[in-house]
C-alpha cells in the first residue's frame, strides 16, 4: 500500500529508517543526512507491507513544469516486488495533479557502478529517457545521469 505522508518527523523517520539500511547507495553520510533533513519538506509516499514502512519516495519542485523524484529507497528485502514501480506510478499521479508536466531523476551514469546500474535499469523501465549527463556535477567518480519523462497522457 502506498500512501502519502504530510507529518514532517514521521517523514524524517521513515527516510532515516530506509536510508540507512540502503548504504550501497546511501553511505555518505552527509548526503543521507541531507536527504532525511529536506525530506520533511517534500511530497512524501511510503509503501507499507502490513504495518511496517518498507520504502518511500519524496518529490521536490525544481521548475515551474518540472518536479524531481528527489530521493527513494525500498529495502532490500523488498526489491524487486514492484514496490518501487507502484512508488514511482503514485508519485506520477500526484505530480500530474499538482499540474506539472515533466519529472526528472538524476543518478550515477550507466556503467560505473553495478548497483546504480541497476537503479539506471529501474528508471528506464519506468518510462524516464537519458536527458544529459553531467560529469563534474558531484565529483569526478560520480557523473550524473539525468532523465526525464512528460507527464502529459
Not at 500512501?3 to 527516510?15: G, M, S, Y
Not at 560505473?112 to 553531467?134: A, M, P, Q, R
Request: aromatic share 12%.
Amino acid at each position: 500500500m502506498i500512501k502519502e505522508i504530510t507529518d514532517p518527523a514521521e517523514k524524517q523517520a521513515i527516510a532515516r529508517n530506509v536510508l540507512e539500511a540502503l548504504t550501497d547507495w546511501f553511505g555518505i553520510e552527509e548526503s543521507r543526512e541531507d536527504y532525511i533533513s529536506h525530506s520533511a519538506d517534500w511530497t512524501f509516499l511510503a509503501a507499507k507491507d502490513d504495518h511496517n514502512v518498507v520504502g518511500f519516495l519524496c518529490l521536490k519542485e525544481t521548475g515551474k513544469a518540472t518536479v524531481e523524484l528527489a530521493v527513494m529507497g525500498v529495502l532490500k528485502d523488498y526489491h524487486r516486488r514492484g514496490i518501487g514501480r507502484q512508488l514511482v506510478e503514485k508519485a506520477k499521479e500526484i505530480a500530474r495533479a499538482q499540474g506539472y508536466e515533466f519529472m526528472q531523476v538524476k543518478t550515477v551514469k550507466m556503467g560505473v557502478y553495478d548497483d546504480y546500474d541497476k537503479t539506471n535499469h529501474f528508471y528506464i523501465s519506468c518510462g524516464f529517457k537519458e536527458l544529459e549527463v553531467f560529469p563534474l556535477l558531484w565529483d569526478e567518480w560520480n557523473p550524473c545521469q539525468v532523465y526525464v519523462m512528460s507527464l502529459n497522457r
